[in-house]
């Protein structure tokens, strides 16, 4: 199984950033960094970025 691109980081405020595990930053969907959020959101957008992630990759064969 190919490592998840997108993880969760818990920030000292009490909220949670998703951030790119290859790159240490933000992601960044739809252009703005992806912090500041509570944690059922930032679950629900890791899901849907590592989904994204894993289509992109079987999509170009990586797989």
């Given at each position: 199984m190919a490592q998840q691109r997108y993880d969760l980081k818990k920030e000292p405020n009490g909220t949670w950033t998703v951030f790119d595990v290859f790159t240490g930053?933000?992601?960044?969907?739809?252009?703005?960094?992806?912090?500041?959020?509570?944690?059922?959101?930032a679950d629900d957008l890791v899901d849907l970025l590592n989904a994204a992630d894993l289509k992109r990759r079987v999509d170009r064969g990586d797989f």
């Open positions: 930053q933000p992601a960044e969907p739809d252009g703005h960094p992806a912090t500041g959020l509570d944690m059922e959101s």
